[in-house]
């Protein structure tokens, strides 16, 4: 098959990393099919340049430079002549900007409905009424390429019945392949944790569902009995990391509460070794990726307790109710008093963590695509 991939989001983080391995792996493991990559200036000359550094460059994948950005009106109405000119027997858009004239068989990866219950007007340099008609565009978009597509892919079954209800798929329509996380040495500086480090570690950004506002308040109240704790926040600042940070200064906490921006994979791996512990406290997800990274390098996980993080964790982290600010600020407060009766968890979460791998998900994915060719043969 000549299998088109959309990667106009190779740079991006999230959507990006699941792009970028997806494509890594599937050249690893597939010479049979021919892939063809559409990609953004920048992200192509990137490739391009890698590729000619390469000794064994794969032979079975093309590279097109595809200046149309997502969300666009530009991409409905012309990205799809840029598909057909390809003659692809399959598309797979990585995420839910989908132009909806492309009329060729298509997968789709969706990643999570959270906009459906989250919106993030509030950010946006649209005037309200503009933003909300963009919304209502997106339902549309998201609904209309979820009913076209001939296989929906999930990343987990939480997101499955997610689609489910609010897109009116069907079940059989939709496959769950799990994201991976990679595999990484651990830092030869790697130190006991002591009293100096006694730090939670927060990763992601800051948009309404991560409910980070209830976490600013459980740790206000941590830090009365622990004034030394602090509570380390990292992601890319934005509107919403900006007003956090404004609400932690009214509050007092600009020594406790700690804003450390992007910080790079090897930081990040640091900061999960020693930290006391990963929170993530969430009221929706599709995957969560940064607790099992954080599983991976000995790291005690908290989690809200919801499905996907229930489905993707499952007993290897310490649950608690993220609407309940005393929920929070319990579970805290426990493992600061006590670490060492966690420990059980922490070789849990290690196991755990090697039930994921990017080459796992990307022989899951190849299948499908191989089910979507067979399902047009039959037609």
């Known amino acids: 098959m000549r299998i088109g991939i959309d990667a106009r989001l190779w740079n991006e983080t999230g959507v990006g990393r699941y792009i970028r391995n997806l494509v890594e792996n599937l050249l690893a493991i597939d010479s049979k099919n021919e892939y063809i990559l559409f990609l953004t200036a920048k992200a192509c000359q990137e490739l391009k340049t890698q590729n000619a550094k390469r000794k064994n460059t794969p032979q079975n994948v093309t590279l097109i430079e595809t200046n149309i950005t997502w969300h666009s009106i530009e991409e409905q109405l012309g990205f799809s002549k840029i598909l057909e000119k390809e003659n692809l027997d399959l598309v797979h858009f990585p995420y839910f900007s989908i132009p909806i004239f492309y009329n060729k068989p298509f997968v789709m990866t969706i990643h999570d409905l959270i906009i459906h219950h989250f919106p993030t007007g509030k950010a946006s340099t649209l005037p309200y009424p503009i933003y909300f008609l963009k919304r209502l565009g ?5 609904k209309k390429a979820a009913q076209k597509a001939v296989k929906v892919i999930a990343v987990s079954q939480a997101t499955k019945d997610e689609i ?15 994201e991976g996380v990679e595999q990484r040495a651990k830092s030869k500086e790697q130190r006991a944790k002591s009293k100096d480090k006694e730090y939670i570690l927060y990763v992601g950004n800051a948009y309404p569902h991560k409910n980070l506002e209830r976490l600013i308040e459980a740790f206000a109240l941590v830090v009365r009995e622990f004034p030394e704790a602090k509570l380390v926040l990292v992601g890319k600042k934005n509107y919403f990391y900006d007003r956090l940070e404004e609400k932690v200064g009214k509050m007092g906490l600009k020594k406790s509460i700690l804003f450390s921006g992007n910080v790079s994979d090897q930081e990040l791996q640091s900061l999960y070794q020693d930290t006391q512990a990963l929170i993530v406290p969430s009221l929706m997800e599709g995957f969560g990726l940064p607790g099992l990274e954080a599983m991976q390098s000995d790291c005690l996980v908290l989690a809200s307790d919801i499905p996907s993080l229930r489905e993707i964790y499952k007993d290897a982290a310490v649950y608690f109710d993220p609407l309940a600010v005393d929920s929070l600020h319990a579970t805290i407060r426990e493992v600061l008093e006590n670490k060492k009766k966690f420990a059980n968890y922490i070789e849990k979460g290690k196991k755990r963590a090697l039930f994921f791998s990017w080459e796992k998900m990307a022989k899951e994915t190849l299948k499908i695509y191989e089910s979507c060719s067979r399902i047009r043969s039959d037609q």
Request: glycine share 0%.
């Open 164 to 178: 489910v209800k609010h897109l009116h798929v069907s079940s059989d329509k939709i496959a769950v392949t799990y």
């Open 138 to 142: 997106y339902k549309y978009v998201i």
